[in-house]
């Protein structure tokens, strides 16, 4: 079992910048693929970027597509999220995640998310 920490996140204006970051402890980083969600108020959750399996590529909702990197330092265990040109409708808790090869996204683990607020 993999445990996770989120932090970065906060209250910030329509075209700032945040970056969010994720620290995982207790496996073997490199046992997991690695990825962030995100839930705004009355909403379903949703997927917002994460890395392949084995790290070789990446992947993005197309609503952040351009503006947000999703990124990794194994040396740290830590995955990070450079949230750019930031927009109201990026209001959200942001969850990292973290599967085994084996299982669904959903079946992960997940941490206890941050939240982040742009205003307009």
């Known amino acids: 079992q993999v445990q996770l920490v989120e932090s970065g996140g906060g209250l910030v204006q329509a075209g700032d910048s945040l970056r969010l970051s994720c620290v995982a402890s207790?496996?073997?980083?490199?046992?997991?693929?690695m990825g962030w969600f995100r839930q705004a108020p009355g909403k379903e959750r949703e997927f917002v970027a994460a890395?392949?399996?084995?790290?070789?590529?990446?992947n993005y909702a197309d609503s952040v597509k351009g503006r947000f990197t999703i990124s990794r330092d194994s040396a740290k265990n830590t995955v990070y999220l450079q949230m750019n040109s930031l927009r109201p409708e990026d209001t959200a808790v942001y969850y990292c995640?973290?599967?085994?090869?084996?299982?669904?996204?959903?079946?992960?683990?997940w941490g206890q998310g941050t939240q982040v607020t742009v205003s307009s």
């Open positions: 995640v973290a599967r085994t090869k084996s299982v669904i996204w959903a079946a992960g683990s």
């Open positions: 890395f392949s399996w084995g790290a070789d590529s990446t």
């Open positions: 207790g496996r073997t980083f490199s046992s997991y693929a």
